[in-house]
């Protein structure tokens, strides 16, 4: 049975000093919880406050997002190796506000995702269609080209680690929500490119989460989906009751 996990995007909110008043009061809130894994995502600026917060805790620490290269001249980039020696254990890849803003592409996603990968962190790979791509009916169509090439090259025993989230577009930070069902059926679809890629087994196991609005009155109706493995929270993981009430639907 595969765990669930519930993980916090922050994006661009809160200095170091709000960060660490956030863990004061969430982590004696989830301290006792088990039945899944529980991972934040802050600023780059908050990770270190984070770590030192979470150290000896049931919650882990994880970037936003990660350059392909280990070094170089890439001004304003953070490499994994930057991430490993701080403690972080999960990295977000390919989120639609780094798609849509900051041009990433699906080649640049495959290119993280196997850096990530091979410095054992734990990549949260998201994909997931606009408004107008549903509307259309092109949802199955952009999913399957979105895993087929962020997968690309990759083997089964190298993506271990892996993690997909969906994440419609057309509900992030819009107060909209794909109905589990919709979720569900998403899912579907990711699980099976993953299976085409990977193998059956591999596929059967691959954590999927969903993203996109979630708020402590939807997702127990989310999470309750036999095909929904988690939840990549924004807005609503900003607030530790919010998202303990999440973490603890």
Known sequence: MRKKLIAANWKMYKTPEQAAA???????????????EIV??????D???????????????????VHWEKEGAFTGEI????????????VIIGHSERRQYFNETDDTVNRKLEIALENHLTPIVCVGEVLEEREAGLTEDVLRRQCMRAFNGISARKAAKLTVAYEPVWAIGTGKTATPEMAADAHSVIRHEAGKVFG???????????????????????????EIDGALVGGASLDPVSFTKIVKY
């Open 22 to 36: 956030f863990f004061r009061d969430f982590l004696p809130m989830v301290s006792d919880h088990t039945r899944d």
């Open 40 to 45: 934040v995502c802050p600023p780059y600026i």
């Open 47 to 65: 990770l270190q406050i984070a770590i030192e917060a979470a150290r000896g805790s049931n919650v882990m620490i994880g970037a936003q997002n």
């Open 79 to 90: 490499s994994v190796t930057m991430l490993g020696a701080l403690g972080v254990t999960h």
């Open 200 to 226: 059956d087994q591999f596929a059967e196991n691959l954590r999927i989460l969903y993203g996109g609005s979630v708020k402590p009155e939807i997702c127990t109706a989310l999470l309750c989906e036999e």
